[in-house]
């Protein structure tokens, strides 16, 4: 029989995750945790001091996957739009972690460390302080909520009785690509408004 892989951080991480995302936040303990990783939930506490610190943990390996790199090789319009996707991606794929999310932004380093990347970014197009704070904080507004739960799948089939939901089955059968037809609507249209005050080279 082969050793069981050693207990570490990123797979108490990992495992965790893999919790929140099919049985939501609420599912999480340190002893559920133990359970699925077959040990006993004293030994988690090597690794994680708390379940505060674990689910940190989880939300840092996430906010990992953002890619805000563009900031350093492209025009500040195509940067937001590049940040934006690949933060969409990687909440979409975890929407019951994005509650965690929105409480622990500010004291995980990797969380920071992309913001920082996403501000510099706007201050060396030319956007003031205030202006790019405000851009970055609506782009991230955008993001989790289009990330937090589906519109077309958010419709029951009882929603069709209603007079003007009446093709909301349409809806239903493509959610994901309603979705992203919407946040790609949103993002277009506060990129034009911001093509009009721009700062000028």
């Known amino acids: 029989m082969a050793a069981a892989p050693p207990l570490t951080r990123a ?3 990992a495992t965790a995750l893999a919790l929140v995302d ?14 699925e990783l ?15 610190e674990l689910l940190d943990a989880v939300a840092e390996s996430v906010m ?35 509650p965690h999310l929105t409480v622990a932004f500010g004291r995980l380093d990797v969380a920071l460390a ?9 201050l060396r197009a030319g956007w003031t302080p205030s202006r790019a704070t405000r851009i970055a904080a609506a782009v991230r507004y955008a993001v989790y909520g289009a990330a937090l739960g589906s519109f077309a799948g958010g419709f029951p089939a009882e929603a069709a009785r209603f007079p003007h939901l009446h093709e909301i089955d349409r809806l ?3 959610p994901e690509r309603v979705d992203r037809a919407a946040l790609k609507l949103l993002l277009d249209r506060f990129l034009a408004g911001l093509d009009e005050i721009a700062p000028t080279a």
Request: no cysteine.
């Open 11 to 13: 797979r108490i991480a």
């Open 22 to 35: 099919r049985d939501g936040l609420g599912a999480v303990t340190m002893r559920r945790i133990a359970d």
């Open 38 to 52: 077959g040990v006993q939930a004293p030994s988690l506490y090597n690794h994680m001091r708390s379940k505060e």
């Open 64 to 98: 990992e996957q953002v890619d805000a790199s563009a900031f350093r090789r492209l025009g500040w319009r195509e940067a937001l739009q590049e940040w934006a996707w690949s933060y969409y991606e990687a909440l979409v794929a975890h929407p019951n972690l994005i």
């Open 114 to 122: 992309r913001a920082d990347q996403v501000y510099a970014g706007l």
């Open 172 to 174: 239903r059968e493509a």
